[in-house]
């Protein structure tokens, strides 16, 4: 499936070296996608009724977008790439994402908004993880 992340990959006019190119571009497209479901599903969380028993979603889904977006931003750069910069800032995203999806699950029953973020979140982790595994 041509997308615009493969594009940009492919037309990239140096050697990206041994990155698995797939994975990358999974990565990419995973984190755009959970910084978006995470912020909709904090303005969501802002709409409900018991925004106060919401804080603690709400403030992890805008650390996870934050989190999401600046690594999206960091592998979409491959002049000067640093390996040890890219392998800190995956695994950062992963973290965020596991404790995103673990707070969203916890709130899922009541919130449909939190069911899909956590999905997306559980998502942007696997993809995270294993772009990590291919780095080496």
């Known amino acids: ?11 990239y006019p140096a050697d990206l070296g041994g ?8 990565c990419i497209e995973e984190c755009v996608a959970c910084a978006q479901a995470c912020t ?30 600046a690594t999206a931003s960091v592998l979409s750069r491959h002049t000067g790439y640093d390996a040890d910069i890219t392998r800190a800032v995956l695994q950062a995203c992963a973290t965020v994402c596991k404790a995103c999806a673990d707070e969203c699950a916890g709130h899922a029953d009541m919130h449909e908004h939190c069911r899909v973020c956590a999905e997306a979140c559980r998502r942007c982790e696997q993809a995270c993880n294993e772009l990590l595994a291919s780095l080496g």
């Open 40 to 69: 909709a599903c904090a303005d969501a969380c802002l709409s409900e009724g018991m925004v106060g028993d919401l804080t603690k979603c709400i403030r992890t889904d805008m650390d996870c977008a934050d989190v999401c977006n």
């Open 19 to 26: 990155v698995d190119r797939e994975a990358m571009a999974r």
């Open 1 to 11: 499936m041509a997308t615009t992340v493969n594009d940009m990959l492919r037309t």
